[in-house]
């Protein structure tokens, strides 16, 4: 009888650890964990480049106000949810430099972003120089790390 | 004049109508990774939708009968039904992802928040497919669908090097950044967007509706042979526009406010603008050819009384099933999924389940029984088994690559 009760809950063991198993924290490989950083960055970039051709755009008087927010605010939600997501991932030992390196630049990366976000929102036009500059540097610093990682 | 007048009018809502959100967000992204790579894509995507689209108009104008009428005749009620079950399964997906796209656009110009948008076009789109007349509704859309020619002039304000853009457009490559599994992913994805299962169920029970006979297959071809690849144009011109703007600058596009960005930069506050209506166009007009291919088909299978020239009253079970599936997307949309997320997965499903519905119809549109002397002939018979074959291949590869690539990352 109990031999057949063990039969009987072992699919529910297996369904209840798939399920604890999916729920907790990932700690990738070395190779998964470097892969994962390689696409949180030229993610990264791509918002970043998004806020300052926008900004830019904004500058030069081309692009609509609500546009740009819109544009603006729809890259600052992706960027934060793609950042939160990689910093809950434990990184192995041996990438603490890569974590430490990719952790400082995505940090950069989404308050530069909130910056350009918050300007267009008080049209704080003469920021929006300072912003493009910073907004470029940081493209070229991400850019360096990508390449690094790829 | 009238006739010419008639010609003009299909062609022209034709092209304004062919664009919808999957094109010009998958455009844009295929665009904005691959340059101009996938432009074959588009190219036999396009004549893909001609070959299908021509033969179940000429099926409809010659049989009278709509897809799901003639679908669950030839298949049988139980394979009928679950043919009925995975092709609404997608439309309904696509009528999500167009009503979150109508959200999108007017965000884009009020900077409100999308979701807050949803409920207010959910109704709109209702109301419209309530009350609006079917012609008015097929020709507002269509024509104002037009204004994304604003991308073909935007491209070519940008002043790109057509040379490169042909060299890339002409050659099958992939930047070296990619990886040809996510080439074959997008390939797969952009066939699905300007191949859409809706787009076929809505002609042909239009072509119904409106009492198409054998002599309307001239103006049917024009639409369809003219139109068509006019439309498919301005999806390149989407493509081209992010190849040019976007992709240099390590833009990948994942929202709306993106793949109008080439527009502003090269065209100013106005082209944007123009850009925005025929986003909004775009988006609404393919909103209400999904709910009305919902309730067309759903209707169809089950024998009710269904259509737009017929009073409300008489075509209630359609009228419900219109509502109901307005009020299930706006449900989904407020649940705060992504509507650029629901988009990506409608147009890779909707590859999947092109084979369910284009299979029949070529099987009809070659049965002399039903089509007479307008069966298929021997180009169309080849034109049409040769697109078997691609939708097949596209269907079977689609699943496989979106779970490999992790939908193209």
């Given at each position: 009888v109990n031999r057949a009760r063990r039969v009987r809950a072992a699919p529910a063991v297996v369904l209840l650890v798939l399920i604890g198993g999916g729920c907790t924290v990932a700690s990738p490989s070395p190779a998964a964990y470097r892969e994962r950083t390689a696409l949180v960055i030229t993610d990264a970039i791509s918002h970043v480049a998004t806020a300052q051709k926008v900004l830019e755009a904004s500058q030069d008087d081309k692009i609509l106000g609500a546009y740009a927010l819109a544009t603006v605010r729809s890259s600052d939600d992706t960027l934060n949810t793609a950042v939160g997501a990689y910093e809950e991932l434990y990184p192995p030992r041996s990438m603490d430099p890569t974590f430490n390196r990719a952790s400082s630049l995505l940090g950069d990366a989404t308050d530069l972003v909130t910056a350009a976000r918050i300007a267009l929102y008080r049209h704080d036009r003469a920021d929006y120089p300072g912003l493009v500059d910073d907004l470029e540097q940081l493209t070229a610093e991400l850019e360096r790390l990508e390449k690094e990682l790829s | 004049v009238k006739k010419v007048f008639a010609v003009a009018l299909g062609i022209l809502t034709a092209i304004g109508g062919f664009v919808d959100i999957g094109d010009l967000v998958t455009n844009a992204q295929v665009g904005s990774r691959f340059g101009l790579s996938l432009a074959w894509v588009v190219v036999l995507g396009v004549a893909g939708i001609c070959v299908f689209a021509e033969m179940s108009g000429r099926v409809a104008a010659v049989s009278g009968r709509a897809t799901f009428d003639l679908i669950r005749e030839r298949l049988g009620p139980r394979v009928g039904l679950a043919n009925l079950f995975a092709s609404m399964a997608v439309t309904l997906l696509t009528f999500i992802a167009e009503i979150g796209g109508i959200a999108l656009s007017l965000t884009l110009v009020t900077?409100?928040?999308?979701f807050l948008w949803v409920p207010f076009t959910g109704a709109a789109v209702w109301i419209v497919l309530w009350r609006v007349k079917f012609s008015l509704l097929e020709n507002v859309f269509g024509l104002l669908g037009l204004a994304l020619v604003v991308f073909a002039v935007a491209l070519w304000q940008l002043g790109p090097d057509w040379e490169q853009l042909w060299h890339q457009a002409s050659t099958v490559a992939k930047p070296q950044s990619e990886h040809w599994s996510t080439y074959s992913y997008y390939a797969v994805a952009l066939f699905g967007a300007a191949m859409t299962p809706y787009e076929v169920f809505f002609f042909s029970s239009g072509g119904v509706e409106e009492h198409?006979?054998?002599?309307k297959l001239g103006l049917m071809r024009s639409n369809v042979f003219v139109g068509f690849p006019l439309g498919g144009l301005l999806s390149l011109a989407i493509a081209g526009c992010a190849a040019v703007t976007l992709l240099p600058a390590g833009i990948s596009v994942d929202s709306l406010g993106q793949v109008g960005l080439p527009v502003a930069l090269a065209l100013g506050k106005l082209g944007l603008a123009v850009a925005v209506l025929g986003f909004f166009a775009a988006t609404f007009g393919a909103a209400c050819e999904t709910g009305l291919s919902l309730g067309y088909s759903i209707s169809q299978y089950f024998g009710w009384q269904w259509g737009?020239?017929?009073?409300p009253r008489e075509a209630a079970r359609f009228h419900a099933v219109v509502l109901l599936a307005t009020v299930l997307a706006v449900g989904v949309l407020l649940t705060t999924i992504d509507p650029i997320m629901v988009t990506e997965f409608s147009v890779v499903f909707s590859a999947v389940a092109l084979p369910l519905t284009y299979f029949p119809i070529l099987v009809v549109a070659n049965d002399r029984d039903y089509m007479g002397d307008h069966a298929n002939g021997r180009l169309s018979n080849f034109l049409g088994s040769f697109f078997l074959v691609v939708v097949l291949v596209a269907a079977v590869a689609a699943l496989p690559l979106m779970v490999w690539t992790k939908m193209g990352q």
């Open positions: - | 900077s409100v928040h999308e198409w006979d054998a002599r737009k020239y017929v009073r």
